[in-house]
C-alpha cells in the first residue's frame, strides 16, 4: 500500500519512526507515527492524507486545518502540529484514549461528557467558514444532478417538505457557534480517566464551520443511532433544562442530516475509489429521513419550533 511521504515534513526531519494505519475516515487515510529515536522531543503523531475528492463534497483543506487548530485552543482537540496542503497532509497529536460506538452512548456518563465536549467546541473560537445543511444539501442535489448519479426512487418527492423544515429553522434562526458538523460516534475519543474526571475530545474537523448547535445535537444523535429517549437525555445534557422548541429544532435538524448527508453517501458511491457501501450508508440515512416525512410527527416540530418556547 502507498504510504505518505512522511519524509517531507518539517516536524519529522533527522528523526525515526514507526507508522501504523488507524481505521476510519471515508475522505482520508489516517496514520500513527511515533518517533523511536530517543531523541526529544518523543513525538506520537496523527498523519491525515486527504483523498482527492474534497471539491465534490464541498470539503475545504484549508478551513479543515484552521479549525482544528481552533479547537485545540477550546480544549476539545488535538494540536495542529503541521500542515502541509503541497502534500495533502495534516499532522495533529495523537489523543489518548478511545473512540467511541454507538452502544457506548447508552452509558449515562459517555453521552454527558460527549454533550460536554459541544459545548466547549461551541464556547470556543470562531471557525472559519460557515456550514448550512440545507445549502449543502442544494449543493449535492446539484452535483448529482450535473454528473448523473442515481437517487432512490422517491428523494425528489420530498423536496418541497424539506424546504419547509429549512424556511422553519431560518425564521427562527439562532446565532451560529464553531460546530464539527459529521460528529459520527468515531469521530468523539473518550478518556474516561482524565484528570480524575473525565474528558472527551472531538477529531475530524473537514465539515466543520460555524452553524447552529441544533445541528451538532441532532447530527449526533442520527449518526450515533440515538433511541428517542437518548435524544432527550441528550439535549438536556447540553441544554440544562431545553425548552419544547429546543428539542423540536434538534429534531428537525436530525432530518436536514438525514436527508443532506444521504447524497453525501449516493456521490460517495458513484465516484469514490475507497472499498465501502457508500450506497448502503446514503440508502439507511435516506429511509430516516423518509420515515419523517410521511410519519405524523413533522407538523408539530415545525409549529414547536415557529413558538420559540
Known sequence: MTRPPLDRLACLAGRSWRVSDLSGGLTNRNYRVVTDDGLDPALDLVVRWSAGDADLLEIDRDAEAANTAAAAVAGVGAEVVEYRPDLSLLVITYLTGRTLSNADFEDSGVLTRAADACRRLHAGPRFAGDFDM??????????????GYPLPQGYDDHADAFAAVGRALAATARP?????????????VDDAEWEGQGRTWIIDYEYSGNNDACFELGNTATECGFAPEQVEAYVECYFGRPTRADLARVRLQMLCSQYGWS?????????SPIDYDFRAWGDERYEKAAATFRGPDLDRLLREVATGA
Open 134 to 147: 440545507v445549502t449543502r444539501q442544494a449543493t449535492y442535489r446539484s452535483t448529482v444532478r450535473e454528473h
Open 263 to 271: 447524497l453525501w453517501g449516493f456521490i460517495q458511491a458513484a465516484a
Open 176 to 188: 451560529t457557534v464553531p460546530c464539527n458538523n459529521d460528529l459520527l460516534a468515531a469521530n468523539f
